[in-house]
Nanobody, 124 residues
């Protein structure tokens, strides 16, 4: 079991940057693919980015491509989401999720463990 815990959210002005962290407990973290999702008020949860167990493969949603980057440090059991050029429409609760396979997925239902989420608010 790899239980994620997010941190790093906050309030930032449009055009600014944030780095979210996802610390995961469990000795098998390096065997898990990890994903980032977000949910804005009144909207459905959507995929943001994902990374394979080794970090060699990443996937990013078109809406954030070129602005967001996912990475991981298996020695620290941590996944990161670097968010640059933030826009008001990026405002949402961001969730980290883990999946007990090597390959990530863009579908939330494929992930087994979820964090509590961290709020990101981008002001215009």
């Amino acid at each position: 079991q790899v239980q994620p815990v997010e941190s790093g959210g906050g309030l930032v002005q449009a055009g600014g940057s944030l780095r979210l962290s996802c610390a995961a407990s469990g000795r098998t973290f390096s065997s898990y693919a990890m994903g980032w999702f977000r949910q804005a008020p009144g909207k459905e949860r959507e995929f943001v980015a994902a990374i394979s167990w080794s970090g060699a493969y990443t996937s990013t949603a078109d809406s954030v491509k070129g602005r967001f980057m996912v990475s991981r440090d298996n020695a620290k059991n941590t996944v990161y989401l670097r968010m640059n050029s933030l826009k008001p429409e990026d405002t949402a609760v961001y969730y980290c999720a883990s999946r007990a396979t090597a390959v990530p997925s863009t579908r939330g239902r494929d992930y087994e463990y979820w964090g509590q989420g961290t709020q990101v608010t981008v002001s215009s």
